[in-house]
């Protein structure tokens, strides 16, 4: 109708076909790591042609890295809080609770992210700052519950042994672990282990011999 401004949808049809193509490459990742990930195979899952693919990423390449900032977003959101809780440590237990629930729900983000199943893969510049950026977060957030006397190396080591711990224990989830111990607790011995290791780590820092 004339006056009325018509609705642009070619956006959204790129967008939608972006995700498309982000998820049959998720899947096929999942079940075969970067060797999975020919376009032809990415091409079948989505079901579109392999022009369609190269439309929109350039090759396998384009398209891992695409999963590789993704999965650092999905990083960045779980130790991002919306809403601060009133006591920095709790928060490091809520942003804990969150990222294992992000591993979990996205498992092959996550594998490609720490270089499981994809050793032929290098990011590019890009990707690498997402993962910049997700540890910058992590130390912005994590530094609110030590004194404000820490300086950067100090936070940062802080956030460091926070993201070793966490993602020593979902690593080992990934690798069977369960075929050696009980992990059906698995997740309270993640909470249980984070808690002990920030209250030790702020209770080292507030000692005048630890620093």
Known sequence: MKGV???DTSGEQVSKTKIKILDAA???FLEGGASALSVRAIAKRAGLS???IYSHFNGKQGILDALYIEGFGYVSKAVKAEQVEADPKAEI???TRRYIKMAVEHRAHYKLIF???ASNYLPSDDAKQ???DSFDLLVEHSSRAMPEVANLAERRRFALGIWALIHGFISLQH???SNIVN???WHEMILQAMTVYVDAQLKAFRSPAAR
């Open 5 to 7: 401004p018509q609705s």
């Open 26 to 28: 998720s899947a096929l």
């Open 50 to 52: 392999t022009i369609g």
């Open 93 to 95: 237990i809520a942003a």
């Open 115 to 117: 270089g499981e199943g």
């Open 130 to 132: 997402a993962g910049r």
């Open 175 to 177: 690798h069977a672990v």
């Open 183 to 185: 992990t059906k607790k």
